[in-house]
């Protein structure tokens, strides 16, 4: 029934906002623990991520029907409400009757129906009044962007480029295939596929965009290891690092594998790929990825990239390191409300896997270092502290050519890749080249 579709998106929505878990990970459970048939698992889903990324502006919209809008609420009785509010607010084919009818059912079992009152009594209220909700005049809450982010990004990358990321982010990210070419092509993969749910990308031969087309994991092909689930920035940093058959590469921080899996097949399956991250579990699904696209030359291993030993040299070593992660929010929208106090520790992390992962690297080879948020502190500065306190590297330019750069003035050996430039997530890459001469290290 409906009701069970409203009920796992709560239990989602709770274990996001009282527990802090991952977005993909608690609605993905909340359904198979639901047993949802296909339809009510999308309506879940829908609501689920919905109301996290409208969130603020939900929240705006329900606190003008309380008597007391400066009220604070038990959370799982506002989550309640802003499933109902979502439906109302953006869900056209969705009766406001049904919308308050099954948020009433939802808080007829939680605390034996005690605020189910309240919910019916807001819903209504905000069934007859939300024509009149007036426009918010914080730009926090019509973008659904907390202001300490959108000051980051203000100062970061300026006023006009801000503005046109908060378009950009207000949108759904979109999914994007990765083509193996060991086996197949990308207009072979098309044609099992078609045209109605994908189409190719011109900025990536090998890149496939689908169209609404569900669990991509259940696509014709996906079982055989035709493809596998890749975002477009993501694949345009495998071209940047640019591995080549034969070479050694090291992947320090690989979960959840999609961009070893790119670059080994970009190796044409000829070299040596190590996959590291500092969990088992992630590391076996690196294994069981390269094992359905036949990516022999992969090895996954546990190592911290931040303090464990590895005696091997390679050619070309990427690092991507553990970010704030605000160029993924549409992706994981529950980023959107993290405490940027939270973000302070991070840039001196990641320096640390960069500084361990650059003896990693034999003389005259390249090291690659990215995140998937857009934040100078966690990007150019961390690149640019390295370069100072590691005169055996210098920059390495990136091969763009032909790539849209954003950002202004940027220098060649980075790159900042934003979400209207092709459609991908938010990522930053750098790269960097280990002289071939020895340098004499600098001394008090």
Known sequence: MATSSRKAALAALNAVTQNEGYSNIVIDQAIRTAG???????????????????????DYAIRRFLAKPKQKMDETVLNILRIGAYQMLYLDKIPDSAAVNEAVLCAESYQHGRYKGFVNAVLRSLARGKADIPSPESESVRWNIPQAVIDIWRRDYGAPLTEKLLEAMAGRAETFLRVNALKTTAAQLLEKLSPSVAAPVSALPEALRLHGAGDPTALPGFSEGLFHVQDLSSQLLCALVDPQPGECVADVCAAPGGKSFTMAERMENRGRLDAFDLYKGRVNLIRKGAQRLGLSILSAAVRDAAKGACSAQYDRVLCDVPCSGLGVIRRKPEIRYKKPESFAALPALQLKILTHSAGLVRPGGLLFYSTCTLHQAENGAVVSAFLEQNPAFEPYALPVSGVARSVPAEPAHMLTMMPMDFGGDGFFAAGLRRKESPVTERTG
């Open 36 to 58: 949802l048939a296909p339809r009510d698992a999308a309506l879940a889903a829908a609501l689920f991520y919905g109301v996290l990324e409208k969130r603020m502006t939900l």
